[in-house]
């Protein structure tokens, strides 16, 4: 590590003057710094330097920090502490903003965005670049160039001009006329004797350019109130007919502040709403049992084969309509429940050369789970889910319609918002139900827009739709987040309080770095750490250093978030979920109520076994707190074509009714049954068969049936034209009860046939960016870094060989390298060689030979602090240290 008292030169110097923790916080906080793993701090601070980097950086900071890197932004190059907080609280000083400074600049550090001590505070170039007013760029803080950069391109004399009209002497040099003349405008007893000077509508032209754009339009020959202006510098020219207000004379008529409005801490949650736990856990309860039975119908729906799969994919706008009829909910909800389905594994495209969308086999196992295990299993679909339904009926942007489960559709940030909102909802007392506008308030302060994106919130729209889905699925109840809601997010995983080691976070600000997907997605591949083998681990209980120089770890600054649980946290949360679910569920019913009007009431859920014989017996007429059941004589046949006879359904209703059978329903089946299969229908191509010719003759005298094109081949046979389910239907629209049959004469039974795709998978989340490392990869990564570091910057013996660039692999030649590793065998001195490993990834090390044969040498590598073996062939070079 470098020396704690010299002050960093470079933002490497300053990484490495970090301690293994303070390292571990920026890889997590920006993954995309480990992704590959740096062979040295030197390219970690060159990757973490550019333009990609560091807008992913900029983008995942709070209001604050951000509003702070651009007051840096418009500062000097490095500057002190205290004119940055001069630009954040202006003259009169602000208490709650100097409070809030030192985390927002130890979030800046630690995500190496600022660098350097307290009286030297050096943002990133690059961040300052992106921040900087410029013309092509204009500053969110409004401030135009410095005088420096306004008269860059101004003539001598004119400059000298100006310096004349503002009182002051003239100058020997451009260089010294602008410093003179950027001294008046720092001096605020000065800079305010000259504004009294001028007259009030001069002042009101700089009134309207204070707070930005500094840019403004005058003509070739400006009025006498702009004339003043730009002959005492005021408003300086940087093209032909436009003028800009120099910075130093914009923050002296704001007082100082970079800012109009600085927003120091977080906007508060407020509740709307507040009901009583007990009301907002029934409630949910209710809504989770209405998501499990919608889902469970949708599937039903398309047992035999759901809607076809357009050719780009995905549901046409019409199936979607068809669907949100079925389920009597509109379009966007439909497809809510449709995507979460497919989230869920238990819905995919059967691949066939008629694609078409049917449940899979997990559809199954799914239905034969208990309630509360099947509501967990869709919710845990849910939070990770980067598919976002909500977007359906948009456009992408090729201008094509975004359809349900088509492509386009998925969002990284989603489930980040999904966490993040849900935890805004739990850091609320129980009962309590935030009002909309304070959750997207405080969600735009945790990352606030920066240019396009200010046209296309997604954030905002994807909380909207996550308070309204997770409504849905009763996690929340009334607004308010629910018992088993809490413990699905690990609040009470275990009957336990608070989840170790994740804060609670009713006031707390944004988690940087990247967004985490709720633990979807596959990892991508271990770290790639230059060859080196296993690690061994440190002297910490963490397998990280801590260096001197470091008073504190950056990270203990960072504002408390709980963070998404692990897969094993979260199977926990959800049993724990499913146990407080549980008894809120109503327990499916076993009978119904028959009533006089051929009407059958469910007065709650039914059992499945139930449930399912009367939807082929009856019709759904109405649902909500009770389903009513209509019996006709078409669903009565229906019943009858799947096998059941006039007795079987007697019996069948006898048992399941809490009332008498009513005489009406008696009648319907068994005039139905006698009617049923008077009529045989086969194969001809079609033919009828009755025993009872005086009805094939009122068939055929029936002029409904001239499409069916009858022709008598005996007195008790029809023929048809028409395949045998067109004559069927054509035979019952007419009024008749005809039942197919088989080659061999016996009554076909008409039975659903349960259409199944093939195993599938779920669709795998796509994350927003790289996934945050886990501890065994950072501490690995780290080592890793560090070694080559090491191996990099130690002094090497000065030879006769051209000088290397920065991180060059030595070069010699085998015989050479063969004899300097067995001299250092002999000598006990140490070597520095570069090594290229099996997959190509090339590292420096610093080791101490032991032993040379074989074509492989054994040695104490000093970088990984251990001993390793390592094959000459691999070795690209060596050279001998220097002997301090």
């Known amino acids: 590590m470098s020396n704690p008292a010299v002050p960093p030169r470079s933002l490497a110097e300053a990484l490495r003057s970090r301690d293994d923790v303070s390292l571990a916080a920026l890889l997590r906080a920006r993954p995309d710094l480990i992704t590959p793993v740096p062979t040295d701090l030197t390219q970690l601070a060159t990757r973490a330097g550019t333009r990609a980097s560091v807008v992913r950086a900029l983008e995942r900071l709070d209001r604050f920090a951000l509003q702070t890197a651009e007051a840096l932004a418009v500062a000097a190059d490095p500057a002190p502490l205290e004119e940055l907080r001069a630009l954040l609280t202006g003259d009169g000083g602000d208490p709650a903003v100097s409070a809030a400074l030192p985390r927002a600049l130890a979030t800046l550090r630690e995500q190496a965005l600022v660098w350097g001590d307290d009286d030297r505070l050096r943002l990133v170039r690059t961040a300052r670049e992106l921040l900087a007013p410029s013309p092509q760029h204009p500053s969110p803080t409004g401030l135009g160039p410095t005088v420096q950069e306004a008269t860059a391109g101004m003539s001598p004399n004119r400059i000298q001009d100006i310096v004349t009209a503002a009182g002051l002497g003239s100058t020997h040099d451009a260089v010294s006329a602008v410093a003179s003349l950027t001294a008046l405008f720092t001096d605020r007893k000065r800079m305010s004797a000259l504004l009294d000077g001028l007259p009030e509508e001069s002042r009101e032209v700089l009134a309207r350019l204070v707070w930005g754009p500094p840019y403004g339009q005058v003509t070739a020959d400006p009025a006498a109130r702009l004339r003043r202006l730009l002959d005492l510098g005021l408003l300086v020219p940087t093209a032909p007919g436009t003028v800009v207000l120099p910075r130093e004379v914009a923050l002296h008529l704001r007082g100082g502040r970079a800012h109009r409005e600085v927003e120091p801490v977080a906007p508060v949650v407020e509740p709307a709403a507040t009901h009583r736990p007990q009301v907002v856990d029934a409630t949910a309860a209710g809504q989770a049992y209405t998501a499990l039975a919608t889902v469970e119908e949708l599937l039903k729906d398309w047992d035999e084969g759901g809607p076809a799969v357009l050719r780009a994919g995905g549901l046409s706008v019409r199936d979607l309509k068809r669907t949100a009829v079925a389920l009597d909910v509109a379009e966007p909800v439909a497809a809510f429940w449709v995507e979460l389905a497919y989230a869920a594994g238990l819905l995919a495209s059967d691949g066939e050369a008629d694609e078409r969308y049917a449940a899979t086999p997990a559809y199954d196992e799914w239905l034969e789970q208990p309630a509360a295990q099947r509501w967990t299993r869709l919710v845990e679909a849910w939070l990770p889910a980067t598919r976002v339904s909500g977007l359906v009926g948009g456009r992408d942007a090729k201008d094509r319609t975004l359809s349900t489960l088509g492509p386009g559709l998925d969002r990284g940030a989603a489930p980040e918002v999904r966490h993040r ?5 739990e850091g609320l007392p129980e009962g309590a139900a935030p009002s909309r506008e304070s959750v997207l308030a405080r969600l735009r302060w945790e990352r606030p827009l920066r240019g396009p994106q200010r046209e296309d919130d997604l954030r905002s729209r994807l909380a909207e739709w996550t308070l309204a889905e997770s409504e849905l699925l009763g996690v929340t109840g009334r607004g308010a987040l629910s018992g088993h809601g809490r413990a699905l997010l690990g609040a009470r995983a275990g009957g336990s309080g608070p989840r170790s080691g994740a804060a609670r976070t009713g006031g707390s600000g944004p988690r940087s770095g990247a967004a985490r997907t709720g633990g979807s997605g596959p990892r991508s591949g271990a770290a790639r750490t230059g060859g080196s083998g296993p690690t061994s681990p440190s002297g910490t209980p963490d397998g990280m250093r801590h260096g001197p120089g470091d008073k504190l770890p950056v990270h203990h600054h960072r504002l408390p978030v709980a963070e998404p649980l692990s897969p094993a946290e979260q199977a926990t949360a959800s049993a724990a979920a499913a146990r407080l679910l549980a008894p809120l569920l109503p327990e499916p019913l076993d009978h119904v ?28 007429e109405s649902k909500g707190g009770a389903t009513v059941y209509r019996f006709t004589p078409a669903s009565v046949r229906r019943a009858l074509d799947a096998g059941q006879s006039a007795s079987d ?46 009805l094939l003759n009122e068939i055929l005298a029936d002029k409904r049936a001239a499409g069916l094109r009858l022709r008598r081949l005996a007195p008790t046979v029809l023929a048809a034209q028409a395949d045998p389910a067109s004559l069927l239907e054509g035979l019952r629209a007419m009024g008749f009860a005809p039942a197919a049959e088989s080659a061999e004469g016996d009554v076909l039974i008409t039975r659903a046939h349960a259409h199944r795709t093939p195993p599938r998978t779920a669709p795998e989340p796509v994350p927003d960016g790289p996934p945050v490392p886990d501890a065994t990869l950072l501490s690995a990564a780290i080592r890793a870094v560090r070694a080559g570091d090491l191996a990099s910057t130690t002094p090497r013996k000065q030879t006769d060989a051209p000088p290397r660039a920065t991180g060059e692999l030595p070069r010699t030649g085998s015989a050479e390298t063969l004899a300097t590793m067995q001299a250092a065998v002999l000598t006990g001195e140490a070597l520095w060689i570069g090594y290229v490993n099996a997959e190509g990834a090339a590292s420096q090390r610093v080791i101490a030979p032991i032993r040379v044969e074989g074509g492989f040498v054994t040695a104490y590598d000093h970088t990984a602090d251990e001993v390793r073996t390592y094959p000459l062939h691999r070795v690209t070079g060596v050279a001998e240290l220097a002997e301090e």
Do not use: K, N
Not at 421 to 425: A, E, F, S
Not at 601 to 618: H, I, M, Y
């Open 593 to 620: 109520l028959l009533q006089a009007d051929l009407t059958a009431v469910a007065p709650g859920p039914l059992q499945r076994s139930l449930a399912e014989v009367l939807d082929v017996l009856a019709d759904v």
């Open 421 to 425: 909102v849900l935890t805004l909802l």
């Open 649 to 694: 359904l007697h019996a069948f209703l006898a048992a399941h009714a809490r009332t008498p059978v009513p005489q009406p329903l008696t009648y319907l089946i068994d005039d139905v049954a006698r009617r049923h299969g008077h009529l045989r229908v086969g194969a001809a191509s079609a033919y009828v068969r009755c025993d009872d010719d005086a």
